[in-house]
């Protein structure tokens, strides 16, 4: 992190401007918005930088810049034309320990002034640390759209009983699920639709609800959320809502770091496995321990990759749940074979290749393959094994073995979708030894089938 974001209260402190053109009165005009008394010294300042210091009761000084100028200033912003006036005076300011800015030179602040967008009280500011300025616009642009300017209205109501509920609701669980029903809700939109007073009353409604309530009456909830192979991008909005709203969440090795950096900050981490064989909570703790968690009150996020009921033993956690009568969700995921096929151009089924596809798993309980080996000899069905790399050479032989053309084509992706993902291409025959070369690393997927020759065509990630 180059910059450390922090919102200045500028009310009444003075502000130096060095400089007072177009530019300089650019930036007067939101430093005043803040309510700052700015100083401004240059030979030729703005009428509008002078009407604008008048509204604040500031200074204008038509002259050069004096180091003297420094002394009643808690922040300085030089926009001058000339870089060896802007360069004297961010040495002189941070000399003194001055926060400075020096306006489209990066290298002479001490302070960035951010992109914002203002929905006072509520304010969001971008900054690409200087690099990517036009970048941190945009983000702006959609930043406008996504919140409307009534998103201030629906601050200033919170702000206005922000006390009164913090004297009601002693508890921080309750007061944090209060206003998470406020901003999620129907008051919300009737604050959007700006029903001020009707919000109001609707807000003082649920106040005396939640009253009402013991914290450990705060009825707690699981969600079982498929957090998909390992691309942030691919969660679906219902994922991403709610991993925003867990207390708690519990998930396993396949979440990528990516997806993980998505959940609710202030919510706990449990990490509960697991590898192939190192199971770092057995199945039976973690199905108990959404039940406890649950039963605390929490809303209890079990994040998985790929997709809860694919492979992802799901069903048995829920069974638990349902059996103690918790309430729970399953938000299903991009399961590794959607993306892994995606992301390697290698349609899981075509007119010309395949007319169905099975997911099969390449591991058992006691590492033994117990398959109906049978069952797999029709060419036109792709194969797609799951946690198939330790017994990659036993699957492929099988297959040869029990009848499949030891030229049939064959994939293993390595970690789909994310930005190391790898695609090792060869046939039954030869992909085991491909794969050694290789080094290949958990988690990949095998495919297997005539489909899997589209990829060297439609693999537009690799050929980009
Ligand atoms: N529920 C998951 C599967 C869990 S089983 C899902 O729907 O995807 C774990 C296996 O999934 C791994 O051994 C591997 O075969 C596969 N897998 C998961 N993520 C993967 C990825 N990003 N790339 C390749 N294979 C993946």
Redesign the pocket.
Known sequence: MDFMPFFFDLKNRTCLFVGGGAIATRKARLISKAGARIIVVAPYITDEMQLLVKECHGECHFRKFEEADLECAMLVICATDDSEVNKHVSQVAQAQKLPVNVVDSPDLCSIITPAIVDRSPLMIAITSGGEAPVLARQIRSKLEVMFPSSYGTLAKIASKFRHIVKNKLTSGEQRLRFWQSVFEGPIAEKAFSGKISDAEKSIHALLESYQNLETNELSGEVYLV?GG??DPDLLTFKALRLMQQADIVLYDR?VSDAVLNLVRRDAERVYVGKR?DDHAVPQQNINQLLVDYAQQGLRVLRL?????F???RGGEEIELLAENNVPFQVVP?I???S??SAYSGIPLTHRDHAQSVRFVTG?TKDGKLDLDWQSFLDSRQTLV?????VNLDEICRELITCGRDENTPAAL??????PD?RVVVGSLSTLSDKVKNEAVR????LVIGSVVSLNSQLNWYKNK
């Open positions: 498929g192979p390992g396949l192939r998985k990759g790929g997709d809860p694919i492979f992802g995921g399961t590794a074979a993306g892994c591991h094994f799951y946690m198939g790399l992706i390595e970690k789909g979708t994310t993902q958990a988690p990949t997927l």
